[in-house]
């Protein structure tokens, strides 16, 4: 097959460091390996143009100045409609003379930011909608206020799904959000395929800062809706209960409504404990899988997410995690068995799970069950499953 995936980003572009880049990479690499010609059309920052990437066809689309009037005339009020709008009508003429050059069987959109907004209505070509996220649930746990610009992204994107006819998503949780949000009937629970895509690793940065400590590790973007918040309010306890640990944190520090920055909100609530916190920016993979690998425990507070990556990468590597209740994680998690499980956006019951998981004499048996959980989303198990799926558009 002749697939295209248009995406907001990807592995090849600068500051990706978001799940779906990672999914589409996996993904692309496999269908590859099985004799697909996979393009994957994405938002950059770069100059627009086309070139190959692990025999993957990649397509860069740059927003152009023809909708930035909007902003003018808006007073930079519409600054990501703009950009939604601009790049989602890039992405439409990009596949448009893809499939005029040779046809195109089927597109896969991603719904964040909206890159099939025109072309999944334009284009004579079978498509189907990945749900990765669910925009005004997203906004609501990053307590972001309700502009004008935002309740316009969130309409665009009820319009877009209720529009599809076809629609999939990762986990029955964002699955059964936007049935109950939306209205929508007919959306298909396909695990996204996981494996450990690296083989060689880079030891230096944990050599650099972790080396011969014993630490929980959070990693992912310092965000409200990742729990981060609740974990930074949480670990002064632990901290204290547990005189052994250290607590890497690594990831992008982004400002929210209350703090400007999550790394100095840590460090003051941490008080005289915060020179057992580690901070490190966003790594790639090869650097990044000796740190979680090292890990006595890892912990991921999401308010709201979506099979996250990084619980997939935690426990693929053979540690255990934990998770919160309802945010999908308790479709990979068995608590107790495979990890442990807590009740979201709650420091009290987030404090007494790590400390008392910290202690157990059993973390290396959970890791070893969790990443044999993992093996089930091997692309050998999983693939079968999307293909037969995307047979069924065409």
Known sequence: MRIAFATPEYITEQNYYGGLANYLQRLAQVLTLHGHEVHIITYSEAAAGHFLHDDIHIHRVIAKNSLFWLNRLTRWRLMETAYILSHSWQTYLTLKALHQAQPLD????????????????LLPVPYTVRASSFTAAWNAALARPHTLDRRIGEWLEAVHFRACRYIF??????????????????????????????????????????????????????????????????LPQVLQQCSDMHVAIVGEDLPTQKHSSMREYARQLAGAQAQRLVFIDSLKHEQLYPIIENARLIVLPSLIDNLPNACLESMGLGRPVVGTRGASFDELIEDQNTGF???????????????????????DEIGLRAKKRIEQLHPQHTVAELLAYYRTLM
């Open 106 to 121: 089927l597109i896969q959109y991603a719904n964040y930011r909206l890159p099939g907004l025109f072309a999944a209505n």
């Open 169 to 234: 998503a990762p986990s029955f949780a964002l699955a059964n959000m936007l049935s109950e949000e939306l209205g929508l009937r007919s959306i298909t629970v396909i695990p996204s395929p996981f494996y450990i895509e690296v083989s060689l690793q880079d030891p230096s940065v944990f050599n650099s800062f972790l080396k011969n400590k014993n630490y929980l590790l959070y990693f992912g973007r310092l965000q409200r809706h990742k729990g981060f918040e609740v974990l930074a309010q949480a």
């Open 341 to 363: 499980l807590v009740e979201p956006d709650n420091v009290e019951a987030l404090t007494s799970i790590l400390i008392t998981a910290w202690y157990r004499e059993d973390l």
